[in-house]
């Protein structure tokens, strides 16, 4: 059966947008189109300035919107009596224009446009972002900023009567400055003004703990912080206003009560029509979150969690669910290419209740279009769009209006082009208004984001070599030393650094400060280490530092494995390899652990340096929690700018701290 989507209301008497004469009204009435349009032997006439065909709302360019099929032959009804009354159609005319319209499809599919997108992470404003597709055949092209983020959307929005804005965690969290500084209340706000329906919680809404998670949605000022509620200077409401938006957690539970942090799921309702959203983020959250934050919280299994709400939505009278997921893959193929699809998501959907119709993931920052199948094998829609808002996913859904479920669904991943350098059919407009909230926060932030704090001779990168290491890890790890060395801030000896605390690179070439120049800002800093730990020195010995090493390819870590990153002077070898290498195995080299040249004594004390996200086991590094004589130290973003005022101009470094070798013998 054909099904056409339907958009606006039937109206007696619309006026077409263009005047038409009745010579240009020819052929004959009809209902619906393509494959399922019922024509009519009955001349498709004039009605004043109209054609009887372009009063006959029944289809997408016209705007039909009907809850069911019922409701536009009732409508189209009291049109064909209007004509009749007036002479314009005889009696038999009537009697087939109203058998036709009955026999027609209109009004028996509902279409849903959802617009979703992932991992934000407060990236309000756009002007350096950019986005790169091989596949697609671009590069460099400007993309994001929620101003743009926002034209898109209503550009969207217009040509869909039925529509809702979800995402996929991530919102806030490991944010840019100008966002972050403020605690991601400008990523709130201006997500308010964007119009977002529904956040499912991520990782990264963690960051700061449950409490002022629930001051993300519920408003108020920061309890200690001076930055927090900016609304006067920036044109916003004072106090902070909170997420007019749900935030979603059906995963998340206290474990004293059961209950969730949030609601489980939110339902929207389109012309009868009741649609489900379920929101969660990854069980393994736990591992990868500050485990201060979330003492006393619960994270269940994704698959599990949804399935067990089905039963409880279909005695609600929900039948078309979607699952919104901070979970995700990786692909190959384009921004729309589901190639080689791998990661933890294709393993949720494939135990999915047949009930859920669209998993919109999030998480790997990974852009891609699937069709994955569920638990009883049939195909269902997956999709992910990237990071930072550069991508929107335009996801169609189409709905049976009798059985009020989801029967059709086709997704694209459009770029959020902010120079229209891909061409598209029309550019988007920006939203004026969100970018005079953002110009406002930059304002407030820019005297701390631009001041320079060194420079580089080339770009430090955080991209990892075969054994794991990267240079900007390198770094890192060298300034935590160099903060924590002295006897009064600690005595260490060695830095390990985690590589997911590093979220950008120094680029040399895209330097704030000029073009090429090489000039280090704190603002650039602080999109490389966002999250505001402080450093921590703890005792550990010789063999906890072998243990240590040991819990990177652990159970628990990513496929991959997780390799710390290690200050001047300290070395190793191993055997892992990424992907290959399955997890729980001893691939550290024995003896070949190194400082300054001497091998680790096993026995012996060492005074290790680490980030208050590790000092308490996050990233599954247990044996952090097994140090002593604990000591705190300055901000790892402090330690990091007191290297460069020493070290500047900074060079790459060798990549010769971590070794993966064939063998260890």
């Not at 952090?624 to 130290?633: A, E, S």
Request: glycine share 12%.
């Amino acid at each position: 059966m054909h099904f056409q989507i339907k958009t606006l209301a039937l109206l007696v008497g619309l006026a077409c947008t263009q005047p038409l004469f009745a010579a240009e009204c020819g052929g004959k009435v009809g209902f619906g189109e393509a494959a399922g349009r019922v024509l009519t032997q009955v001349d498709n006439r004039a009605v004043g300035e109209n054609c009887f065909n372009d009063l006959i709302v029944d289809t997408d360019a016209e705007g039909a919107n009907y809850g069911n099929h019922g409701e536009f032959v009732s409508g189209f009804g009291a049109l064909a009596r209007d004509w009749r009354s007036k002479g314009l159609v005889s009696e038999r005319e009537y009697g087939e224009l109203m058998s036709a319209a009955a026999r027609s499809n209109v009004g028996k599919t509902l279409k849903l446009r959802v617009i979703a997108f992932n991992d934000f992470h407060g990236n309000i404003d756009g002007a350096a972002l950019t986005l790169s597709s091989s596949a697609d055949g671009f590069s460099g092209v400007r993309a994001g900023g929620v101003d743009y983020l926002a034209g898109l959307v209503k550009q969207l929005r217009a040509s869909a009567p039925n529509s809702v804005v979800v995402s996929a965690g991530d919102l806030i969290g490991a944010s840019p400055l100008n966002s972050a500084l403020f605690h991601d209340e400008p990523a709130i706000e201006t997500m308010n003004r964007l119009g977002l329906d529904f956040n499912a919680v991520g990782n990264h809404e963690f960051d700061e703990g449950k409490d002022e998670l629930l001051r993300m949605k519920a408003g108020g000022c920061h309890p200690t912080d001076a930055n927090s509620c900016q609304g006067n200077a920036v044109g916003t409401p004072y106090p902070f206003e909170g997420a007019a938006f749900d935030f979603l957690a059906a995963n998340v539970t206290d474990g004293t009560t059961g209950k969730t942090v949030f609601p489980a799921y939110g339902i929207k309702e389109y012309k009868g029509i009741r649609v489900a959203f379920i929101g969660m983020t990854l069980k393994g959250t736990p591992s990868i979150v500050t485990p201060g934050g979330i003492v006393g919280l619960q994270f269940g299994d994704e698959a599990d969690t949804v399935n067990a709400l089905i039963g409880k939505l279909k005695d609600d009278g929900v039948n078309a669910v979607v699952v919104l997921v901070h979970e995700g893959g990786y692909a190959s193929g384009g921004i729309n290419g589901c190639n080689g699809i791998s990661g933890p998501i294709a393993d949720i959907v494939q135990r999915l209740d047949d009930a859920v119709d669209l998993v919109v993931s999030g998480h790997t920052h990974a852009a891609y279009n699937c069709t994955l199948p569920n638990r009883n094998g049939r195909s269902i829609p997956v999709t992910s769009a990237g990071s930072y808002g550069r991508l929107l996913t335009r996801i169609d859904l189409v709905l049976d209006t009798r059985r009020r479920d989801v029967i059709a669904a086709r997704a694209t991943n459009l770029v959020v082009d902010r120079n229209n350098a891909l061409g598209a059919a029309e550019p988007i407009v920006p939203d004026a208004a969100i970018a005079g909230i953002v110009a406002n926060y930059n304002a407030l932030s820019g005297p701390i984001a631009n001041r320079v704090i060194g420079s580089i001779t080339a770009t430090l990168s955080r991209s990892a070599n075969a054994a794991g290491e990267s240079v900007l890890g390198d770094v890192i790890a060298d300034g935590q030393l160099l903060a924590t060395a002295p006897a009064d801030k600690g005595g260490a000896v060695v830095a390990f650094m985690n590589p997911g605390g590093i979220r950008a690179d120094f680029t040399y070439a895209g330097s704030s400060a000029g073009e090429g120049d090489g000039q280090v800002t704190y603002g650039e800093a602080f999109t490389v280490q966002p999250f505001g730990n402080s450093l921590v020195v703890k005792t550990l010995s010789g063999q906890q530092i072998h243990d240590l090493l040991n819990q990177q390819w652990a159970v628990g870590q990513s496929a991959s494995g997780r390799i710390l990153q290690v200050s001047e002077g300290f070395s190793y070898k191993h055997t892992f390899t990424p992907g290959v290498s399955p997890l729980g195995g001893n691939y550290l080299c024995d003896g070949s652990v190194m400082l300054n040249g001497t091998p680790i004594d096993k026995a012996a004390p060492y005074r290790v340096t680490m980030n208050s996200f590790l000092a308490t086991g996050g990233d599954n590094f247990s044996v952090f929690n097994l140090g002593t004589d604990q000591l705190g130290g300055d901000v790892d973003l402090d330690a990091l700018a007191a290297w460069f005022a020493v070290r500047a101009p900074a060079a790459p470094t060798p990549l010769d701290r971590i070794q993966k070798v064939a063998s260890c013998n």
